[in-house]
């Protein structure tokens, strides 16, 4: 079993910047590999970003490419998202997950999922 807590969301200007956290505990966090997802109200979530188990390979989608980075610590159990350039588009809650399958953009291969944390972008 793997325990995810969410962190870093919060109310921001268009333009402005966030960062979130992931934090695991459980099993050996190392051997999963990680994603974040996004909803919007009335919409399906969404894949933002995904990382393999080592950080060596990631994805975007297309909408966020060039603005949001997914990085890891291994060390300290976090994947992280850094959102620069933030749009009102961006509004949603966002929810990092994990899978031992290998990164996916498929929401329906993660296994554990965190809480969600509400990020909202003022235009």
């Known amino acids: 079993q793997v325990q995810l807590v969410e962190s870093g969301g919060g109310l921001v200007q268009a333009g402005g910047s966030l960062r979130l956290s992931c934090r695991a505990s459980g099993r050996i966090f190392s051997s999963y590999a990680m994603a974040w997802f996004r909803q919007a109200p009335g919409k399906e979530r969404e894949v933002v970003a995904a990382i393999n188990w080592s950080g060596g390979t990631t994805y975007y989608s297309e909408s966020v490419k060039g603005r949001f980075t997914i990085s890891r610590d291994n060390v300290k159990n976090t994947v992280y998202l850094q959102m620069n350039s933030l749009r009102s588009g961006d509004t949603a809650v966002y929810y990092c997950?994990?899978?031992?399958?290998?990164?996916?953009?498929?929401?329906?291969?993660?296994?554990?999922w965190g809480q969600g944390t509400q990020v909202t972008v003022s235009s």
């Open positions: 997950a994990a899978t031992t399958k290998g990164w996916s953009k498929t929401q329906y291969e993660y296994d554990y």
